[in-house]
């Protein structure tokens, strides 16, 4: 099955803006922009046919080739990744049987688990669209807790039933524990990885849907499909060691400085 990744970018972020060249420094001591690194990212990834960066901003598509990406160019109008995906997939005439979104804020994305997500879409033939999931140990839950309490959104978490199909997404904690976990220790709570693989008649449907008022108040893509009776399938990953976090602040790049310097990677 062809797998196309698009990255979708855009340089107007309410929350950050120009977040994808803002510049993070390796291990080596090497700085690299975000958009850069969530590229090698993509790139590092098994059995992926075309990496594709998608974006609508001149900066942005010129600072991508200058590194060596293919970019899309896709409108304004875009209200989401998704949407962009959408755009970047017709624009480069259709045909790939699945089609997946990393999003530009997630460099420290480990290959395997996008090569999961796309197994886990191939493996489950009534799914329309895969996201995966990370369990959180204490460490990232009281991150995410104490980002909550400083008014930060530090993430997104996820609650799915028995057969892996999501119940809901949101960036408060959920579920509810009252329970303290020490740094390594596995709680209950998933912490919902930024990456979704779509078959592409669901991708194409996204965009004709209106915004529903969960995806409104969560600022949440993937809650569109769950709002029109889409199922969306929730893989499980393991970090297997890697730390894993999102730029979503631009208090966030100092921590994932240090976590590329913990993990040796440049």
Sequence with gaps: MSVLIAIPARYASGRYPGKPLAEL??????SRSLIE??????????GVDRVVIATDDNRIKEASEAFGAEVVMTSSDCVNGTERCAEAHDAL???????????GDAPLTPHWFIE???SGLRG??????????????????????NDRKAGRVGGTTAVFAQNQQALYF?????PFTAQTYADHEDTPVFHHVGVYAYRPEALAAY????????ERL??????RFMENGRAVLCVEVAANGRQFWELNNPEDAPKIEKMMADMGLD
């Design 218 to 223: 969560e600022g949440l893509e993937q809650l």
């Design 25 to 30: 420094r390796g291990a080596n001591g090497v």
């Design 207 to 214: 965009a004709s849907w209106p915004v529903g008022p969960l």
């Design 37 to 46: 690194r969530s590229w090698l990212a993509a790139k590092a990834v098994g």
């Design 116 to 118: 999961d997500l796309v």
């Design 170 to 174: 949101s960036k408060e904690v959920i």
């Design 124 to 145: 489950a033939p009534e799914a329309e669209i895969a996201t995966p999931v990370l369990r959180c140990d204490g460490l990232t839950l009281n991150g995410f807790l």
């Design 93 to 103: 005439g259709g045909g790939y049987e699945i089609i997946v979104n990393l999003q």
